[in-house]
């Protein structure tokens, strides 16, 4: 690309581009490690200043007074796993404008070969406007959307108990599964919950069926006839414990998820955003939110962002 530089005490010199007018001068650009931030701003005319820093909260504060020595008003850096997210909130914190450019679209650039000279060319093509943001909403549905993406990995961590569950049941001989339709409805935990307490009879554990369950007491008797082994109730012990420390921290989360949601919910009234059609609100998922419609409609489109 026509640059040299030489590296010297964390800082390089080198030549941008020439012969094009520039959107953003007082642009800078950052290529984002797991360890190293290398920051990249304008020098004079004909040279770009680079800079190495750590990722301490103290150095991405180092950063914001850094690039405002150099009268930076606008950064640019590449979407990097998780990492970027601190310095972004730090120099927002700080006053710039700061801009996530999504690694697709620096892919399309050919030549990339360090930090450095990543560095440089993010700097390089923001300053000349070549760079587009990637959609960033508001803090309010940051920290929403940060919640409902650790909701799908607890409730992600409570399937394998679930399966744990069946699988020890079955090594029993337990057809429970056969019985009720799912071994985590109120029928299937009712009977599950009174094998751990210590009763075998099968006819008095059919007779806690649900009212409303297909199979008849007879059926159920027949499939929660089984072996009682010590080590595969020791194992369904564990497994169901496990699945309601799960179903806890879910059931926290939601509640957390709805304080939050309170807080950016829509004026519905004022027809912000409609509420969903009744058909959409009866719709039923033991895994979905306590009160997920608003959420879900307010959120519309949240899988492309950053």
């Known amino acids: 690309m026509g640059r040299k530089g030489k590296r010297t005490a964390g800082m390089e010199e080198a030549h941008p581009f020439t012969g094009m007018s ?6 800078a650009g950052a290529d984002i490690g797991a360890v190293e931030i290398v920051v990249c701003v304008s020098g004079d005319e004909n040279t770009q200043i680079v800079r190495a820093f750590g990722n301490y909260t103290v150095d991405l504060q180092a950063i914001g007074g850094w690039l405002k020595e150099h009268q930076v008003e606008t950064v640019a850096m590449e979407s990097t796993g998780v990492y970027w997210i601190p310095l972004f909130e730090e120099l927002e914190r700080q006053g710039f404008e700061c801009l996530l450019i999504s690694s697709r679209s620096l892919r399309r650039v050919a030549g990339r070969k360090s930090d450095i000279t990543d560095a440089q060319r993010i700097q390089t093509l923001h300053s000349y406007g070549l760079l587009e943001s ?7 549905l940051i920290a929403l959307r940060t919640l409902l993406r650790h909701r799908n990995q607890l409730v992600e961590h409570r399937s394998p108990h679930i399966l744990h569950m069946q699988k020890a049941l079955l090594q029993m001989n ?15 935990q009712t009977i599950l919950r009174a094998i751990l307490a210590g009763e075998r009879d099968p006819q008095e554990l059919a007779s806690m069926r649900e009212p409303g369950c297909k199979k008849s007491a007879e059926e159920i008797g027949k499939a929660l006839t089984g072996t009682w082994r010590e080590e595969h109730l020791f194992i369904l012990k564990q497994s169901v414990e496990m699945f309601d ?3 806890k921290q879910i059931q926290a989360c939601d509640e957390e998820i709805e304080r939050v ?3 950016t919910r829509p004026d519905w009234d004022a027809g912000e955003v409609k509420p969903l059609e009744q058909r959409k609100r009866s719709s039923h998922s ?3 939110p306590h009160n997920p419609e608003g959420i879900r409609k307010h959120l519309n489109g949240s899988a492309g962002w950053i």
Do not use: C, M
Request: hydrophobic share 30%.
């Open 261 to 263: 949601y309170g807080l």
């Open 22 to 27: 520039q959107v953003n001068p007082k642009a």
């Open 174 to 188: 337990v057809q429970l599964s056969q019985a009720v339709t799912d071994i985590t409805g109120v029928t299937g």
């Open 286 to 288: 033991k895994n979905r």
């Open 245 to 247: 420390f799960y179903t």
């Open 134 to 140: 990637s959609f960033r909403p508001q803090a309010e």
